[in-house]
């Protein structure tokens, strides 16, 4: 399986970003799938996610983000919205062949991983 992550960019605070993440393999609708973000100089952590049992997001980032699925065109999408400073990171996005796990927000549940796109948000 081979993840592919686009739509990063450089946005102005308050600005909005869609990222989105096309899948390889025909069995995508099965997967658990997720959004990590790594800032500079620090851990990789935990956005959000999504898999048979519902949508799930960090703290710091619900009411502005939003993940979804087009199983048909096998692609994960993040909508970030009301963007801040500190959302600023590259973004990768995570895929499993379980359709579902209770430790949803840790990498080592993910055994895929796309390549990661930037995000910038300028204050």
């Known amino acids: 399986v081979q993840l592919q992550a686009c739509g990063g960019g450089v946005v102005q605070a308050g600005g909005s970003l869609r990222l989105s993440c096309v899948a390889s393999?025909?069995?995508?609708?099965?997967?658990?799938m997720a959004w990590f973000r790594q800032p500079s100089g620090k851990e990789r952590e935990f956005v959000a996610a999504v898999n048979w049992s519902g949508k799930y997001y960090a703290d710091s980032v619900k009411g502005r983000f939003t993940i979804s699925r087009d199983n048909a065109a096998n692609t994960v999408y993040l909508q970030m919205n009301s963007l801040k400073a500190e959302d600023t990171a590259v973004y990768y996005c995570?895929?499993?062949?379980?359709?579902?796990?209770?430790?949803?927000?840790?990498?080592?549940?993910?055994?895929?991983w796309g390549q990661g796109t930037q995000v910038t948000v300028s204050s």
């Open positions: 393999g025909r069995t995508f609708r099965n997967y658990s």
């Open positions: 995570a895929g499993d062949g379980r359709p579902y796990s209770s430790s949803y927000s840790s990498p080592r549940s993910y055994a895929y």
